[in-house]
C-alpha cells in the first residue's frame, strides 16, 4: 500500500542545535515529496519539495531535506533551530489512486525548541 | 500576491444543521482542492477541482457532501445535515496545475467547525 510515516509525534531540540525531522514512505513509481508547517490556527505553508535532480533540496526559512532512495526518507533538517520553528510538521508523497495523482499527509511531528 | 482565501474562519452549528464554507484561489491556478483535517492528523483530500470539473471526488461522502465550483474560480463546501462528526478543520489549496502531481499546493487558513 502506498503511504506516508512520520515515527516521531514529537521532537524535542534546544534553540542553536540541528534539528530532524524524520518521514519515510512506500509509493509505487517516482516519489514526489514535499514538506509543510502548520502554526496554530493557520493553514499549511509549503517549505520544500523533491521532484527529480539533487538529493538536498533547500527550502524556506532555512530548511532543507535529503531525499534517500535506498531508505525510503526525505528527512527534514535544518542545522540551527530556533524557538520560532516550533510548530507542526507534515510530510506528503504524491500517490497515484485511481488513476489520479494525489498528495497524502503523514500524520505530523510536532516540534517543540527551547531557549 | 493574495493567497487562498477562506470564510468563515469559525462556525458553530448544532447537529442536522447545513453548513457551507467559501474558497477563492490563488488568481491563476486552475487546480482547486478540499482538504478534512482531523485533530492530530494530517490533511485528507475530499475532492479536486480541474477548473470547473470535479476531477477527484472519490473521498467525498456524498450523502451529506457537496460542492461546486462554478465559472472555475471560487468554490463551495457544503454539508447538510451536519454530524458530530464532522467537527474538523477544512482547508482549502490550490495549484497552477493538478495533473502531474508535482505543482505545489497553497492552503487556505481553513474553517474550524464545531458541531453542538
Known amino acids: 500500500a502506498q503511504s506516508v510515516a512520520q515515527p516521531e509525534d514529537q521532537v524535542n531540540v534546544a534553540e542553536g542545535n540541528p534539528l530532524t525531522v524524520k518521514c519515510t514512505y512506500s509509493?509505487?513509481?517516482?516519489?514526489?515529496l514535499f514538506w509543510y508547517v502548520q502554526y496554530p490556527n493557520r493553514g499549511l505553508q509549503f517549505l520544500l519539495k523533491?521532484?527529480?535532480?539533487?538529493?538536498l533540496v533547500k527550502g524556506s526559512y532555512g530548511f532543507e531535506a535529503e531525499f534517500n532512495k535506498s531508505q525510503t526518507s526525505f528527512h527534514l533538517k535544518k542545522p540551527s533551530a530556533l524557538v520560532s520553528d516550533s510548530a507542526l510538521y507534515f510530510c506528503?508523497?504524491?500517490?497515484?489512486?485511481?488513476?489520479?495523482?494525489?498528495?497524502?499527509f503523514g500524520a505530523g511531528t510536532r516540534l517543540a525548541v527551547h531557549p | 500576491e493574495a493567497g487562498v482565501v477562506q470564510s468563515p474562519r469559525y462556525k458553530i452549528i448544532e447537529k442536522k444543521q447545513p453548513v457551507a464554507f467559501w474558497c477563492n484561489p490563488i488568481?491563476?491556478?486552475?487546480?482547486l482542492y478540499w482538504y478534512l483535517q482531523n485533530l492530530g492528523q494530517g490533511p485528507e483530500l475530499l475532492i479536486r477541482?480541474?477548473?470547473?470539473?470535479?476531477?477527484?471526488d472519490s473521498q467525498l461522502p456524498k450523502d451529506r457532501f457537496s460542492a461546486e465550483r462554478l465559472k472555475g474560480v471560487d468554490s463551495t463546501l457544503k454539508i447538510q445535515p451536519a454530524e458530530l462528526g464532522d467537527s474538523a478543520v477544512y482547508l482549502c489549496?490550490?495549484?497552477?496545475?493538478?495533473?502531474?502531481?508535482?505543482?505545489?499546493?497553497?492552503f487556505g487558513p481553513g474553517t474550524r467547525l464545531t458541531v453542538l
Open positions: 509509493v509505487s513509481g517516482n516519489p514526489y
Open positions: 489549496a490550490s495549484s497552477a496545475r493538478g495533473g502531474t502531481g508535482t505543482d505545489t499546493q497553497y
Open positions: 488568481s491563476g491556478h486552475n487546480t
Open positions: 523533491y521532484i527529480t535532480g539533487d538529493n
Open positions: 477541482y480541474e477548473n470547473e470539473e470535479a476531477v477527484d
Open positions: 506528503a508523497v504524491r500517490v497515484i489512486s485511481g488513476g489520479y495523482n494525489k498528495l497524502i
